[in-house]
């Protein structure tokens, strides 16, 4: 869970609308909110949370990477409970920082991609082209859409919206390991994702055509 910035990021207006990501957001902050108090009275600071869940995320990677699938998903999920967190200690903790930000974004994009790299290890390993190019892809497409984000917020756009963003596609990729359909998994993620980055295109223009009209 994004723990959000402060700064200009704000400027310009966002469109008005509540996405899946927003309500699955409300869901996880009440699932858990127990654990973050608990984790907070221990001392656990949110940034060491944001650095734990990465780490589990690569060895979920490698994991994937050498076949070994089903520890794979214990481990992945595990790190995807972390990701739910951090934020949430953070806020409940006050401790909510422009670089706890910063850092959040910036390990969920490591998380994301050695996820894609050990699947393209994998499939490559298996001389299974068709699914080792959609990994290629995939990844490819993840980064797009987090890229535009960060280019609207660069202008003073706030552009986290979309039909696809990064809680559906870990959610897609988790399922596609349980049950075994990573080939209609990373299918879905290529095209959700490269039209999501085409959504925030359009979000980001309204937001500037908006602005000028003020």
């Known amino acids: 869970m994004s723990r959000q910035p402060y700064g200009s990021a704000n400027r310009l207006p966002r469109p008005a609308q509540r996405s899946l990501t927003d309500l699955a957001h409300l869901v996880v902050a009440q699932l858990f909110a127990p654990l973050a108090r ?30 070994r699938w089903t520890a794979a998903i214990v481990v992945v999920l595990v790190g995807g409970f972390a990701d739910g967190v951090d934020g949430l200690l953070a806020r409940q903790s006050q ?59 660069g202008i003073g756009a706030r552009c986290n919206r979309g039909l696809f963003t990064r809680l559906e596609r870990v959610s897609l990729l988790v399922a596609g390991l349980i049950f075994d359909r990573m080939g209609i998994a990373l ?8 039209f999501t980055a085409v959504q925030r295109i359009y979000y980001t223009w309204r937001s500037t055509q908006l602005n000028a009209e003020e």
């Open 95 to 153: 401790q909510t920082t422009r670089f706890g930000a910063f850092l959040d974004s910036v390990l969920d994009r490591w998380s994301d991609s050695a996820l894609f790299v050990g699947l393209l290890i994998h499939f490559a390993r298996a001389d299974m082209m068709v699914e080792e190019v959609l990994s290629g892809a995939a990844l490819s497409f993840s980064l797009l859409v987090s890229y535009t984000r960060a280019r609207a917020e």
């Open 187 to 194: 299918w879905l993620i290529v095209v959700l994702s490269a």
């Open 38 to 67: 608990f984790l907070h009275r221990l001392g656990v600071t949110p940034n060491a949370i944001t650095v734990f869940g990465c780490l589990l995320s690569m060895m979920g990677a490698a994991l994937i990477a050498m076949d």
